[in-house]
């Protein structure tokens, strides 16, 4: 009886000695496969500022409208010959047509987006449209909320009176006048940080196009108003108004297209369009379409 009962005991003890080998050879292949496993997704490898290839050129704006097949571009519209509804009810003008070539140089579509000239730079920040091309003055103020390419026009802006006006002729004659601007343009910036200070007090009012500040000014609301020649000609034709230029111009301004801050690759491209189409004779083509002219050289 002592000799059975002592079999069984060392063959249980057998059985559990291998039963706890099998166990810890089990758990020492688990934790090499978990050894060997990635610790993070390329995902995750992205998100946390990690190598991931191919990640950043997923994500980036040119890619994204590049899948879309479509550019969303921002411009007020009623600029012409800049930008305006032609008509046939479709966006028409010279920015249109920079927007157009530009479009088909990346590979895609271009969809306008009109609204008034104060929104846009909003919009472009909200992400509801991926460029503005609609005279949009390069300063150094708008460097800081945006980027832009290299100009793409050059403007002469100059002031403007009714026919029968000879006491306007310069910038000083403005102190006491009543004076029209675009809201949110570089002109109301330069009127209000620049001329008010030196020529001393006048009324600036501001409007949402260049149309009904043509109006007021040639109904006598008001008493001037600052623009290039090249925006006034086609309003003053349709329209009959009784108005003029006068001396010389007082600043030259350069428009580029905007975009949002931090997208290298899109604003490399829409640079790259914009240098290729200079090159081809392109740009000379469109510019002579809308002025009449050749472009200056820059």
Not at 177 to 193: A, H, M, P, Q
């Amino acid at each position: 009886m002592l000799t059975k009962k002592k079999s069984r005991n060392t063959l249980f003890l057998t059985l559990s000695v291998l039963l706890l080998v099998v166990l810890a050879l089990a758990g020492c292949g688990s934790n090499n496969k978990s050894n060997n496993a990635p610790t993070s997704s390329p995902a995750n490898n992205a998100a946390n500022g990690g190598s991931s290839a191919n990640a950043g050129n997923e994500d980036n704006l040119l890619n994204k409208i590049k899948t879309a097949g479509v550019i969303k571009v921002g411009l007020m519209g009623t600029y012409a010959p800049y930008n305006f509804l032609n008509d046939n009810k479709e966006i028409d003008g010279f920015d249109a047509d920079i927007a157009k070539e530009a479009a088909k140089r990346i590979g895609v579509k271009v969809e306008f987006a009109p609204q008034e000239f104060s929104g846009l730079i909003p919009s472009l920040q909200a992400g509801k449209i991926d460029a503005i091309i609609s005279q949009v003055t390069i300063t150094d103020e708008r460097k800081q909320q945006i980027d832009f390419t290299q100009p793409y026009i050059t403007n002469q802006v100059k002031i403007i009176v009714k026919e029968n006006n000879n006491s306007i002729t310069k910038l000083e004659d403005f102190k006491g006048k009543n004076i029209g601007v675009g809201l949110g343009t570089n002109d109301e910036s330069y009127l209000r940080n620049e001329v008010l200070p030196k020529v001393g007090s006048f009324k600036i009012k501001t409007y949402d196009d260049v149309i009904t500040s043509l109006q007021d000014l040639n109904a006598g609301r008001i008493d001037a108003t600052i623009n290039n020649l090249y925006a006034l000609k086609p309003i003053v034709d349709k329209n009959g108004f009784k108005i003029k230029a006068v001396g010389d111009a007082i600043k030259s301004d350069q428009a580029g297209i905007a975009v949002r801050k931090n997208n290298p690759e899109f604003l490399a491209a829409l640079d790259k369009a914009l240098t290729d189409m200079k090159a081809d004779g392109t740009y000379k083509t469109i510019f002579k379409k809308w002025f009449g002219e050749e472009p200056s050289a820059e």
